[in-house]
């Protein structure tokens, strides 16, 4: 099973960026997906998860904001993410969880300058 995240980068408050997760290994339709996020000095926290089925979650703090969708075709998970904050600032991982093992992307940084 290998993640491969990509689409961090630096930008200003307010502004937009878009991750991807692009999947191999695994029957990408019949998988939960989800994106985590780390800052420094805090612990790795759940940013949106998306089901096998199509339903969606999200962390209360980007509600509104972000959103996570997928593309079967491609096996790619997506993290749109708007009105992007300072807070936001952390290492972005990609997640799933297949014969009973957790994968992680390898993290992509998103910094978001005031």
């Known amino acids: 099973v290998q993640l491969q995240a990509s689409g961090g980068g630096l930008v200003q408050a307010g502004r937009s960026l878009r991750l991807s997760c692009a999947a191999s290994?695994?029957?990408?339709?019949?998988?939960?997906m989800g994106w985590y996020r780390q800052a420094p000095g805090r612990r790795r926290e759940l940013v949106a998860r998306?089901?096998?089925?199509?339903?969606?979650n999200y962390a209360d703090s980007v509600k509104g904001r972000f959103t996570i969708s997928r593309d079967l075709a491609k096996s790619t998970a997506y993290l749109q993410m708007n009105s992007l904050k300072p807070e936001d600032t952390a290492v972005y991982y990609c997640?799933?969880?297949?014969?009973?093992?957790?994968?992680w992307g390898q993290g992509t940084q998103v910094t978001v300058s005031s």
């Open positions: 290994g695994i029957i990408f339709s019949t998988k939960t």
């Open positions: 997640y799933t969880f297949h014969c009973g093992h957790d994968y």
């Open positions: 998306i089901s096998s089925g199509g339903s969606t």
